[in-house]
């Protein structure tokens, strides 16, 4: 299926969807938060699209927003997407999770929460995957600030 293909099927879905290429082969799609887990169970279950293979989901700070960006990939009919979702909300960054259509995003989610501090609604269990519990603050945030540790060129 073309890029073009996948834009219309999926606007026929959520019509409010933005899509660019941003110089790039993979069709990209940004969601709103209170659409995301409509529009991943979508695109898994519909046959015509099928992404059954969850291969990143990395934590973003762009500064004025956080956010999560999910590549996915359907074994069955060879094309990959690309998914962001972002909030302006810095203190209390949410999202629902997607763990329960793809397995494989509850250690990448655990690994985004730790780093980032976005919290996903419905994980079974959010926890910090690599800092200690009393770890201050998020260190992949580009806000963050730690005096002993950070090296400043």
């Not at 999926?10 to 887990?37: A, D, G, M, R, Y």
């Not at 999770?97 to 929460?113: M, N, S």
Request: negative net charge.
């Amino acid at each position: 299926m073309t890029n073009e293909a996948l834009q219309s099927l999926i606007s026929s879905w959520i019509p409010e969807l933005e899509f660019t290429e941003e110089k790039s082969q993979f069709l990209n799609i940004s969601v709103q938060p209170e659409q995301l887990h409509s529009l991943m169970s979508q695109l898994k279950s519909n046959t015509e699209t099928s992404f059954d293979y969850l291969f990143c989901l990395s934590g973003v700070d762009w500064e004025t927003s956080l956010g999560v960006v999910y590549h996915l990939e359907s074994i069955t009919h060879r094309h990959i997407i690309v998914v962001k979702v972002k909030t302006a909300d810095r203190e209390n960054p949410t999202f629902d999770t997607v763990c329960d259509i793809w397995r494989t995003a509850e250690f990448h989610e655990r690994e985004v929460f730790d780093f980032f501090g976005i919290k996903f609604n419905n994980h079974p269990n959010l926890k910090r995957l690599f800092l200690t519990e009393e770890w201050d603050g998020f260190p992949l945030r580009k806000d963050y600030v730690d005096e002993i540790n950070m090296v400043i060129k």
